[in-house]
Nanobody, 116 residues
């Protein structure tokens, strides 16, 4: 089975930085689209950032210039570097993967809290 495990969440002050990690197993990692979603109470889940097999990236407008998504296929790892964090970034962040058959997989989530 495909498994995704997030780590790196925590409590930070506004303006601070945090890097999330996602470890993947059970699939051919290099062929999968990877990304990060987040969901805050009372809000819909949104796609924050995505990265394709060749390193192409996309970001939601609210995080452009502040967040950077990357992947290391040799290590089966994916990262989200977050800088200049704002209180509105507070959410549970989920690692996401989609394989070439369009099957989707999710991590358990990691809490990011930005103090105002």
């Amino acid at each position: 089975q495909v498994q995704l495990v997030e780590s790196g969440g925590g409590l930070v002050q506004a303006g601070g930085s945090l890097t999330l990690s996602c470890a993947a197993s059970g699939s051919i990692f290099s062929r999968n689209v990877m990304g990060w979603y987040r969901q805050a109470p009372g809000k819909q889940r949104e796609l924050v950032a995505a990265i394709g097999s060749y390193g192409q990236t996309n970001y939601v407008d609210s995080v452009k210039g502040r967040f950077t998504i990357s992947r290391d296929n040799a290590k089966n790892m994916m990262y989200l570097q977050m800088t200049s964090l704002k209180p509105e970034d507070t959410a549970v962040y989920y690692c996401y993967s989609r394989n070439p058959q369009a099957w989707e997989y999710w991590g358990q989530g990691t809490q990011v809290t930005v103090a105002s």
